[in-house]
């Protein structure tokens, strides 16, 4: 990854915000600049092309979840921790504006999209669903849940309900993102 002077911070801060605000398609180097009053050739020094922006945000997006789990894991967090983490965490990003997920900021026209873009999208999402898997895995063993789907197809079906949920939170309300992560937890036999 490129310096991580403040500027490149603010740059990916804003980036990140319009990717999951707007999605791949919905802005552009001039709408970062003029957010930071700076020249677009200032961005394009850091990330001469819009896909080596995006592509950075994706992998850094998934390095920081890799180690936001680790540090719930250490300090051993139990699945159902674990998967409320990243429940609270759509709430926040839901919160701040951000209605679409990380990797649902790039579905849409993803054939169309630079390689390293997909790629970087793809090894997320894979993070994403392995993690999950384990998660819904290890309760199941210990008894944290109560599920006789196959483990990899309702960790599947987590992140799907979820990534569409916060697409229709954006127009619906946060009441939406509410409901489906009760759906879930229901269908994963989790009663609090």
Not at 32 to 48: D, F, M, V
């Amino acid at each position: 990854m490129t310096d991580m002077n403040p500027t490149n911070q603010q740059i990916l801060h804003y980036a990140r915000h319009f990717l999951q605000c707007r999605g791949y398609n919905g802005f552009s180097y001039k709408d970062i600049s003029q957010k930071l009053g700076i020249k677009n050739a200032s961005i394009h020094h850091y990330y001469p092309k819009k896909e080596d922006l995006v592509a950075a945000l994706l992998e850094e997006g998934r390095k920081n979840f890799a180690t936001s789990i680790a540090q719930i894991v250490e300090s051993g967090g139990s699945a159902r921790e674990q998967l409320q983490y990243y429940f609270n965490r759509a709430l926040q990003e839901f919160d701040e504006g951000k209605c679409i997920c990380p990797p649902g900021s790039v579905i849409i026209g993803f054939e169309e999209l630079p390689e390293e873009v997909k790629n970087q999208n793809l090894l997320l999402l894979d993070h994403i669903l392995d993690w999950i898997t384990n998660v819904l895995r290890t309760g199941l063993e210990k008894g944290e849940f109560n599920f006789s789907d196959p483990v990899e197809a309702h960790a599947e079906e987590v992140v799907e309900t979820l990534m569409g949920a916060r697409l229709l939170s954006s127009i619906k309300g946060r009441k939406t993102l509410v409901r489906a992560i009760s759906s879930i937890k229901s269908g994963l036999g989790w009663k609090d």
